[in-house]
């Protein structure tokens, strides 16, 4: 799950993270009220879940009253990468003498949080990384002893060889930054810029932390931190029926149990030349409700021209599985051809049912995705 900035640095002040005060506001007036709180000058900055927002017009510093009414109207409304902007953070601003980055991720690789830190702050560090990577230092994690102090002492003095001070200050950033990753089951954290004013104070001017969905159960209150509007419809309404969605831009609606064989199922769609319009799967039941809601879920996208049902049936027997299916598709109005490949335990039983109703049944993978391509258009 993605938060928004002030969200990020609500987190981050738990952890004892320097970030600036701040509060949101969602319209021209509160922001003011915030500006005259906290006194000026201060940044009026869109709350949208996607970086660049600075390039994009998004980040304003402001000196007047005159200037954060000005910032405020334009900011609220505004369309940032087709993010439609509701908030707007005001925060006291800084003097910046220097940009750091300072950012941690999950890497497959190492199988260990990965600590990635550059002089090269306040610029997209993907840029970063495919210009002059050999600016962007690393350093893989042991998750027995975390970030010892040696190990931040070291990375900050890359960043900052000649300032023992700063690196220190560094050094501290990145070990809170690191309890706060592994504390809030991040799967991301960065502070791009962290940045020292010109009397050397260190602050974290913006925040950006991914949430791992699989641990939000270990904290509850993460849950209002999910921004609904910023939600893709359909994607919310498959969360809540419990169902592991994801939209694409294809016109073969895909149901299938299993994550694997539902990956398997998208790349041979791809593979014959069609294109998959989601990701799903349904999990192993035959729970004809489940199957509705993600028939709902699917039809709701026009550009679906045909569905393709792809089961192996294990635990959950075919004839169970082609029951639901048939009790399913009668209970709603549906115009689009639907294939189903049923294979697995009572497979015969399950095909034999099928074959009293107007649905395509096929034997194979391979048979059942070319036929559903082709019903596509
Ligand atoms: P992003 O563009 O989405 O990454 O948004 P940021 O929060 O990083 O803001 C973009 C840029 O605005 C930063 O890199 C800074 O250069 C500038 N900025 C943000 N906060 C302040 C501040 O308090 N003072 C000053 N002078 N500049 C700031
Ligand atoms: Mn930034």
């Known amino acids: 799950m993605n938060i928004h900035e002030y969200q990020a640095k609500e987190i981050f002040t738990a952890y004892g993270l320097p970030v600036p005060g701040g509060k949101v506001a969602g319209a021209v007036d509160e922001a003011v009220a915030l500006a005259e709180e906290y006194g000026l000058p201060v940044m ?3 709350q949208v879940l996607t970086g660049g927002r600075g390039k994009a017009g998004g980040v304003k510093f402001c000196e007047s009253m005159d200037d954060v009414r000005t910032a405020a109207d334009a900011i609220l409304g505004m369309d940032i990468k087709g993010h439609t902007v509701h908030k707007v953070l005001i925060t006291p601003a800084v003097d910046i ?4 980055y300072i950012g941690m991720l999950i890497d497959r690789n190492t199988k260990r949080v990965l600590l990635m830190a550059s002089a090269e702050g306040g610029v997209e560090i993907e840029q970063v990384a495919k210009d002059t990577p050999e600016l962007i230092f690393k350093h893989a994690i042991d998750p027995r002893f975390g970030l010892l102090d040696h190990e931040a002492l070291g990375m900050g003095l890359k960043l900052v060889p000649d300032d023992i001070k700063k690196a ?3 050094g501290a950033t990145m070990q809170k930054l690191y309890r706060a990753f592994v504390g809030a ?8 810029p962290f940045i020292f004013t010109p009397t050397g104070e260190g602050h974290a001017i913006d925040a950006k932390v991914n949430l791992d969905d699989n641990a939000l159960f270990r904290h509850p209150g993460y ?3 999910r921004d609904l509007a910023a939600e893709d419809r359909s994607e919310r309404k498959a969360r809540v029926a419990g169902l592991s969605f994801v939209k694409l831009e294809g016109n073969v609606g895909c149901l299938v149990n299993g994550a694997g064989l539902a990956m398997a199922t998208m790349d041979l769609v791809k593979y014959y030349g069609g294109q998959p319009a989601n990701f799903l799967d349904i999990g192993g039941s035959s729970n004809p409700e489940k199957v509705v809601n993600a028939l709902t879920i699917i039809l709701e996208d026009p550009e679906v021209k045909a569905i393709l049902f792809n089961i192996f049936g294990g635990i959950t027997r075919c004839d169970d599985v082609a029951k639901g299916i048939i ?11 639907i294939v189903v490949r049923l294979t697995g335990t009572n497979e015969t039983e399950g095909r034999a049912l099928l074959a009293k109703t107007d649905l395509h049944p096929a034997e194979t993978m391979d048979e059942a995705v070319q036929k559903a391509i082709e019903l596509a258009g």
Request: hydrophobic residues 40%; proline residues 3%; charged residues 35%.
């Open 44 to 46: 009026v900055k869109s």
């Open 97 to 100: 003498d220097s940009e750091f």
């Open 168 to 170: 220190r200050q560094l």
């Open 185 to 192: 089951d991040a799967s991301l954290a960065e502070i791009n």
């Open 223 to 225: 849950e209002d931190l």
């Open 327 to 337: 009790k399913a598709t009668e209970s709603m109005d549906i115009t689009v051809p």
